[in-house]
């Protein structure tokens, strides 16, 4: 403040000096008004002319300043939006999930859980201890078309669906595929089905590691497929043959309508199979590929028993460490899958069954701690499991199943799903990396999947 009156007091004097002493005025031919005005109007002019300068000066840096802020909230806003949105896809793409509408297993021995009461249409065939001179190749081919064709008399429409194979280590690709195909074949033949030049779609699972997001992965890089079977067997040393077989579907199939025929009458004298041939073009069914009409209601007849989403791995060859380094990395993998499906209270998880393959303490010291770890995990989370009553360990109930081994865990965890209605949460030690997943029931197209429901997860994983 008195610097501004000094300033103003200075311009004031320097003024009057310029007036009395440098412009030649007559002062005496002012009046008094003009000659006050004459020596105070310019330095306030110009005092206030430099308080407006810097008034201007001032708003427009604020206005500059705010434009910045501004720019730099919007460029934040976009940059979070942006990371919401690939968050969100990233949720999407986790949680898509397919539906399983049935699965047939042959096995040497039925696990100690099943008491001949499997939702339908489960089956699992007991086989019982291979003859010693028998090779496991002769052995499993029979196996093969006995469960195939238990499949196909459930499922009519299933002679059009596409198969997938697990693959196998020590044959090669194009033989597993024309063996299959020959089982196929012989399954139909042993069901007197009419067809006889109806080819099976046979082909190897593609990609590698988690046999649930391949599979996802198939329907979301065929919109036109409404169904597949996915295969996985084989013939181990010393053990019996291992086929599983598992029917996947989109899980918004639905039943396609037939199209109003618009100003068409029909030819009451037209051939049988020329109406069906018009029927087949009338009905919109972009999501059925190659099943016919009439087999269309027998897949529908098959009520999903599980969902199927994506699964949680550790890092290929990471060391899955020891005691509570493993039982929290397993926490950490297991509330990963919780954040997929959307569940918001993971403490209230509660599971059904647990399907590992933490393998016998007697055979591998490092069972015991596995296993321990897999428990110390769900504690942690709420979660209490029985692992003699509630709990399945895949080389004790089954032996030894060499390549079938993913399918098998998968199987399990489907048909003890919808038994007893509740996730089942599968643990997979394949080497050196770590598996999670969990099955859960079917989801209602109407759900959402952010609901804080314990039976709302299902994330599924098993590895080859």
């Keep these: 403040m008195f610097l501004s009156v000094f300033r103003f007091v200075a311009l004031l004097v320097l003024w009057w000096a310029l007036l009395w002493f440098a412009l030649p005025l007559d002062f005496f031919a002012l009046s008094l008004p003009s000659l006050a005005l004459l020596h105070f109007a310019p330095p306030v002019a110009t005092v206030a002319a430099w308080a407006s300068f810097k008034r201007a000066r001032a708003a427009h840096k604020k206005k500059r300043e705010a434009a910045v802020v501004a720019g730099a909230a919007a460029e934040q806003h976009r940059l979070e939006s942006a990371m919401a949105v690939a968050r969100e896809t990233g949720l999407e793409r986790r949680r898509v999930h397919v539906d399983c509408r049935g699965v047939w297993m042959s096995v040497s021995q039925a696990p100690k859980w099943h008491d001949g009461k499997l939702p339908p249409p489960c089956q699992i065939i007991e086989q019982g201890l291979r003859a010693e001179n028998v090779e496991g190749e002769t052995a499993l081919y029979p196996v093969l078309q006995q469960v195939l064709e238990a499949l196909l008399m459930q499922c009519g429409a299933a002679d059009y669906l ?54 996802i992965d198939l329907f979301g890089d065929a919109p036109s497929l409404a169904a597949l079977l996915l295969l996985g067997m084989d013939a181990p040393p010393k053990s019996a043959p291992v086929v599983v077989a598992m029917l996947f579907s989109r899980p918004d199939l639905v039943m396609p309508e037939p199209k109003a ?204």
């Design 162 to 215: 596409p198969l997938y194979l697990l693959p196998r280590r020590g044959q090669g690709d194009a033989e597993q595929i024309e063996k299959l195909r020959q089982a196929w074949k012989q399954a139909r033949t042993a069901l007197q089905r009419q067809d006889a030049t109806l080819q099976p779609e046979g082909r190897l699972l593609p990609g590698t590691g988690d046999v649930a997001s391949r599979i």
């Design 261 to 464: 025929s618009a100003g068409r009458d029909d030819d009451p004298y037209a051939p049988y199979w020329e109406r069906e041939r018009a029927l087949d073009r009338e009905i919109d069914a972009p999501d059925w590929a190659r099943i016919p009409p009439s087999l269309r209601p027998d897949l529908m007849a098959l009520k999903p028993l599980a969902a199927l989403h994506r699964g949680r791995a550790s890092d290929p060859g990471a060391a899955p460490g020891k005691g509570g380094v493993l039982a929290r990395g397993l926490r950490s993998l297991i509330e990963a899958l919780l954040d997929d499906a959307g569940l918001r209270e993971p403490s209230a998880l509660e599971l059904g069954w647990l399907v590992h393959d933490c393998g016998l303490a007697a055979h591998d010291v490092a069972a015991g701690g596995r296993l321990a770890a897999v428990l110390s995990a769900l504690r942690g989370l709420g979660c209490e499991l029985d692992p003699l009553d509630e709990a399945s360990d895949v080389p004790d109930a089954y032996g030894e199943t060499g390549a079938a081994r993913g399918a098998v865990m998968l199987a399990e965890a489907l048909i003890r799903t919808g038994q007893l209605q509740k996730p089942v949460l599968v643990a997979d030690f394949n080497g050196q990396d770590v598996g999670v997943g969990l099955t859960r029931c079917p989801m209602n197209a109407n759900d959402p999947i952010l609901e804080s429901r314990a039976d709302g997860c299902n994330l599924q994983m098993a590895h080859q």
